[in-house]
């Protein structure tokens, strides 16, 4: 079968998706570059358990957050042009969250720095990412991507 006939035959909720998908990781890079590159007053607001929980995050974490969001876009591009990489890409960018999700509410005692509230946005991304793969990998199945 051609490429051709492949994409042809790919269904427009692929694209919604893909869509859907850039807006999602664009708006965690907007997220991401506010923490990045917080100045001093806004880290001041903060109470002195936010801001422990910000000084002392390992790189690791800061590094899995960025492979999270920056992977998670170029993902969704993949997927938007049809591409099979989508689905390691998307598979790579859930690790990186989920690893920084990890050390969020576990290990760096985000849940006592900032509450239950803390459960709300890495419980989105989660299903949000697993949504991804398993879009791209049901796209990859069905062949709809080259």
Do not use: C, H
């Amino acid at each position: 079968m051609s490429s051709q006939a492949i994409n042809r035959e790919t269904p427009n909720w692929i694209f919604v998706a893909s869509v859907v998908f850039i807006g999602w990781n664009m708006t965690g890079a907007v997220f991401y570059l506010n923490e990045m590159f917080m100045g001093p007053e806004m880290f001041d607001t903060m109470s002195s358990a936010q801001q422990d929980f910000f000084s002392s995050r390992p790189a690791w974490v800061t590094s899995s957050y960025a492979i999270a969001v920056w992977v998670g876009i170029v993902g969704s591009f993949l997927l938007l042009l049809r591409k099979k990489l989508a689905l390691p890409t998307f598979i790579l960018s859930l690790v990186g969250a989920l690893l920084q999700i990890s050390y969020n509410l576990f290990i760096g005692d985000g849940l006592e720095a900032f509450g239950l509230s803390a459960l709300i946005v890495p419980s989105l991304v989660t299903i949000i990412g697993i949504v991804e793969v398993w879009v791209a990998k049901k796209a990859t199945d069905e062949q709809w991507l080259t």
